[in-house]
């Protein structure tokens, strides 16, 4: 199994080229259901969670092929409304695929996604959203069964802010008889994007980027064939933590400074020099003399729950003790115990976690157990004297394009090595 070897200590210079949102190709992977011809889907990460994404399409009917960074999918042939257990356990944003086929077939078979790396992650939002809109929901092995004649717009109330249960309810919704309201929507970006891609079909939403969204449902959308992702708010922070905490001086290129006000102020605060412009950032650091701000995460615009185990690492190396409160996910903190090896002194009570700052980072051994607790280990072995390995790096492949080599572009000595 792969793993990284990282020699620290090194400080970061140069520029890095951030990707397309992960956690927007996804759901718009899941609308070319919705799609009858071929989309081009263009500023695409490299990543296994759209070839997981990939799979399920093909699964169904559609032809996918990726070139370069552009993803191309032919959703004519579609004709299965049936998401496979293997390919859903991997991944819980195939869970979208749920939406589109119910509007789009009538009707559809999706895995329940299981467990997850914390916490229970339930979709109950979701197979709610769609009872509300006249769907017949049954279990039955594992797997949703989910039937319907055309539905019928409603209004529907998350019991809590859900990005996935946004978006699948909308991408049932759009060709629904009669209006939908969403309240307790999602406004992140990725979200925002969804809509717009939605309405370029030919859908009808309104109210994008709050927290009611609005859809008149229309009897058909056309086809599209273009539309190019938004860049990845959450590996552009990836990257500021990281030139913060080893210090250094970085440019960002391909970002959209406007999604990253919340971390961007909460750098300002811990004393991180950042010049923004309109679609770049250049972050500056010592690596030194890093205020401690306390963080809570939050849905947009609030702090991303998936930067909090990057922050908790930079918060390490602060003059002072800091804390942190996870709203989004009250067990989100696998890589505590990580982090500990490699130097840090974090506690945890309930949702909150207490970090000692002013930590001497040391090198170690160590294991990754989700996406965004691998990025904290990674930045924090950079800056750990001596040489440090990082186990099970699939979880960072399913959502960081090329981690080691935009990282080695810019001066960390890491490797991936079998
Ligand atoms: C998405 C992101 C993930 C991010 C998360 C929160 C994608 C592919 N993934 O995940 O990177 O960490 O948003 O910003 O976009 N909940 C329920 N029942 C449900 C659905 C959600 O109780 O049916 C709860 C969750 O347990 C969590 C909260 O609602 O406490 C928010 O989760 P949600 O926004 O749905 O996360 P995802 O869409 O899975």
Redesign the pocket.
């Known amino acids: 199994m792969d793993y990284f070897e990282i020699e620290g200590k090194n400080q970061l210079f140069g520029d890095v080229q951030i990707s397309g949102a ?2 927007a190709v ?1 759901p718009l992977m899941a609308a070319s259901i919705l799609n009858n011809d071929q989309l081009t889907i263009s500023n695409t990460p490299n990543l296994s969670d759209s070839k997981t994404m990939a799979n399920l399409l093909r699964e169904m009917g559609s032809e996918v092929k990726f070139i370069d960074d552009k993803i191309h999918i032919n959703s004519q042939s579609i004709n299965m409304p049936y998401a496979p257990y293997k390919l859903v356990k991997t991944m ?2 195939s869970f979208y695929v749920l939406g589109p086929l119910l509007s789009k077939f009538g009707e559809a078979k999706v895995s329940l996604p299981g467990g997850c790396a914390w ?8 197979i709610e959203g769609m009872k509300k809109l006249g769907a017949k929901i049954d279990l039955e092995d594992g797997y949703i069964i989910a039937k319907s004649n055309r539905l019928v717009g409603n209004k529907i109330v998350l019991p ?6 946004t978006g699948n309810i909308l991408m049932a919704s759009v060709l629904a008889k009669g209006d939908t309201e969403i309240h307790n929507a ?1 406004a ?1 970006p ?1 979200i925002q994007q969804l809509c717009h891609f939605l309405n370029s079909m030919g859908a009808k939403i309104s109210d994008i980027g709050t927290n009611t969204i609005k859809i008149q449902g229309v009897d058909s959308l056309n086809n599209i064939d273009s539309v190019s992702v938004i860049p990845d708010r959450i590996e552009a922070g990836t990257f500021l933590i990281a030139v913060a905490a080893t210090g250094g001086e970085v440019k960002l290129n391909n970002v959209n400074p406007m999604h990253s006000e919340t971390v961007i102020s909460h750098l300002k605060k811990a004393n991180i020099n950042l010049t923004v412009h309109d679609d770049s950032i250049v972050v500056s650091s010592d690596g030194k003399d890093i205020n401690a701000c306390n963080m809570e995460t939050n ?1 947009y615009p609030g702090f ?3 930067l909090q185990a990057q922050w908790m690492l930079l918060m390490s190396l602060a003059s002072e003790d800091s804390n942190i409160k996870e709203n ?2 009250f067990d989100r903190f696998n890589h505590v115990l990580e982090l500990n090896r490699l130097g840090c002194n974090v506690r945890v009570e309930k949702e909150s976690a207490f970090i000692k700052g002013k930590r001497n980072l040391v090198s170690a051994d160590v294991m990754s157990t989700d996406i965004r607790a691998s990025a904290s280990l990674i930045i924090a072995a950079l800056c750990a004297e001596g040489r440090s390995t990082i186990s099970r790096i699939y979880h960072i492949d399913r959502g960081y394009d090329k981690i080691e080599e935009k990282l080695s572009k810019i001066g960390a000595k890491i490797v991936r090595k079998k």
Not at 119 to 126: A, E, I, L, Q, Y
Not at 160 to 165: E, N
């Open positions: 992960k956690n996804l819980r944003a916490g229970p992650r339930p979709v109950d939002f979701h809590k802010i859900s990005v996935g249960a999602a992140e990725e849905e991303p729950t998936d989004i996910y």
